[in-house]
């Protein structure tokens, strides 16, 4: 019943941008997190950004000052704002919505929080 949909994923050239969405359906929200996670071939799964119900949000370092998360709470829908894209950021990424232990600083980006995840979009930076 539960349904996470990412998109607004593409293929662009280094320093573009483009703006990433979910909308997540099916469950009754609570005062947990969503966030963005992405996994590159050969790599381990990282978190990129998380966002709490109070607006507080986390990211990982590589990220900060380029990338912005954020959610419109009258569409139920999580964006991710990338810009100044670079090479390595590309990657299939994924939302995860209703994460356990988003007030914890050192436990936002643990994966298994997240109980619920999209497919995933592509997002692939050329140089």
């Known amino acids: 019943q539960v349904q996470v949909v990412e998109s607004g994923g593409g293929s662009v050239q280094a320093g573009g941008s483009l703006r990433l969405s979910c909308a997540a359906s099916g469950y009754t929200p609570s005062s947990n997190c969503m966030g963005w996670f992405r996994q590159a071939p050969g790599k381990e799964r990282e978190g990129v950004a998380v966002?709490?119900?109070?607006?507080?949000?986390t990211y990982v370092d590589s990220v900060k000052g380029r990338f912005t998360i954020s959610k419109d709470n009258a569409k139920n829908t999580l964006y991710l704002q990338m810009n100044g894209l670079k090479p390595e950021d590309t990657a299939m990424y994924y939302c995860a919505a209703e994460g356990r232990l988003c007030y914890y600083r050192q436990y936002a980006f643990l994966a298994s929080a997240f109980p619920y995840w999209g497919q995933g979009t592509q997002v692939t930076v050329s140089s």
């Open positions: 966002i709490a119900i109070d607006g507080r949000t």
